[in-house]
T-cell receptor, first 113, second 113 residues
Framework: NAGVTQTPKFQVLKTGQSMTLQCAQD?????MYWYRQDPGMGLRLIYY???????DKGEVPNGYNVSRLNKREFSLRLESAAPSQTSVYFC????????????FGPGTRLTVT | AQSVTQLDSQVPVFEEAPVELRCNYS??????LFWYVQYPNQGLQLLLK??????LVESINGFEAEFNKSQTSFHLRKPSVHISDTAEYFC???????????FGTGTSLTVIP
């Protein structure tokens, strides 16, 4: 039982390049989330998917797109990376609704030069 | 919208001293409350949670938190900290309906030998 996995762990991009961050969970959770973490700002929600087939914008969706590929996988795409997207990205999953906590992946540290 | 306030961004404390990390939230509806811990270069892990019932909840490593509905607070305490408790601590709220979690900006706890 791996929990929530993310790839890659580290990535360096040049401004304007694109990339996709991958996330998978093996806990049969309905809901999945993408956050970014920046110093002094805590976790900010980029997008979430309440259930397979649905996605919704969070607090900071600009510059990102997501795909809920199936119940297990939720990817985050940067179409044209900018230095402001330098951050640590976390994927999380949880049961849908109710008194359930989130489970987090180990994170992807992205640097855009 | 929900908001979560962690009043202290950094808390230095000597080893074996007590500590309190403060968390206040705003909500007009019932919520579930969580404390997460993040060790350096890792993802977030659940420390403890309040769902219902007894307002005092405990973790396996000596932390406790008390839900105070009238003050809308969920402060985290430990009577005697260890070096290994050095980490970032996040308070989070989830409404009893809906899929979003709302995080505070985090408190960096540093335990001084």
């Amino acid at each position: 039982n791996a929990g929530v996995t993310q790839t890659p762990k580290f990535q360096v991009l040049k401004t304007g390049q694109s990339m996709t961050l991958q996330c998978a969970q093996d806990m049969n959770h309905n809901s999945m989330y993408w956050y970014r973490q920046d110093p002094g700002m805590g976790l900010r929600l980029i997008y979430y998917s309440a259930s397979e087939g649905t996605t919704d914008k969070g607090e900071v969706p600009n510059g990102y797109n997501v795909s809920r590929l199936n119940k297990r996988e939720f990817s985050l795409r940067l179409e044209s990376a900018a230095p402001s997207q330098t951050s640590v990205y976390f994927c999380a999953s949880s049961e849908q609704d109710g008194p359930y906590e989130q489970y987090f992946g180990p994170g992807t540290r992205l640097t855009v030069t | 919208a929900q908001s979560v306030t962690q009043l202290d961004s950094q808390v230095p404390v000597f080893e074996e001293a007590p500590v309190e990390l403060r968390c206040n939230y705003s909500s007009s509806v019932s919520v579930y409350l969580f404390w997460y811990v993040q060790y350096p270069n890792q993802g977030l892990q659940l420390l403890l949670k309040y769902l219902s019932g007894s307002t005092l909840v405990e973790s396996i490593n000596g932390f406790e938190a008390e839900f105070n509905k009238s003050q809308t607070s969920f402060h985290l305490r430990k009577p005697s900290v260890h070096i290994s408790d050095t980490a970032e601590y996040f308070c989070a709220v989830r409404r009893d309906t809906g899929n979003q979690f709302y995080f505070g900006t985090g408190t960096s706890l540093t335990v001084i030998p």
